[in-house]
């Protein structure tokens, strides 16, 4: 059995389908205390899905998601498993940052009480805190000076480095990045890459990032997996599944994604 204290992420078989689509095939993934684990695939592959069975932000259609040796999700009563209310869910989530493609930045609050808002409502944390908390992060993803700023008034970039502050805001244990820079202009990838590379570098935590930048996942990734049709092809350390994989289908992928 896993040891949960050093495989914070434990999924076992996870399926899910929209419909007739059948979007997750059985997967499995194991991530461990402060690894950070990239995965690689092309659109549709089902790697954002899984990201969302995760966090149980998808119900999985079967298997299982462990949290530190805990169901996400569900509770075993006798022999089965029923579904936790949504605030236990929610309790569950807030030890899993997740950033999202898009900012998903509350328009009408500044950056710091964007960072400021889940502790506060969450946590209970005090308002002197939280506002302490939320000066600390910003200024660790590079955005001191805007803290009073709306989002309307920040870059993308900008409006991404304040997501990656909230979600680090609740003091997750683990981090999962949907495809972070895909929403970015060009000019503006190497800025949020850098403060996930900081990130990384701490050991601080863990993290899953799903990305398209085979650059920054072969420079930051301790494992890096190759998924497709909702299976995964292959897995292993950057420097060899990037450099020689071993199945011909990563290999037809990296070869349009490097021309």
Sequence with gaps: MMDAAVTPIRARGIRKSFGALEVLKGVDLDLGKGEVLGILGPSG???S????CINHLERPDGGMVEFHGV???YKRVGNKFRELPERDIQKQRAAMGMVFQRFNLFPHLTARQNVMAAPRQVLGLSQPAASERAERLMKQVGLADKLETYPNMLSGGQQQ???????MAMEPTVLLFDEPTSALDPELVGEVLDVIRALADSHAMSMVVVTHEIGFARSVADRVMFMDDGAVIEEGVPDDLLTRPSHERTRAFLRRILA
């Design 49 to 52: 899905t899984l990201l969302r």
């Design 71 to 73: 169901p996400v999700g």
């Design 161 to 167: 480095r304040v997501a990656i502050a909230r979600a």
């Design 45 to 47: 592959s089902g790697k």
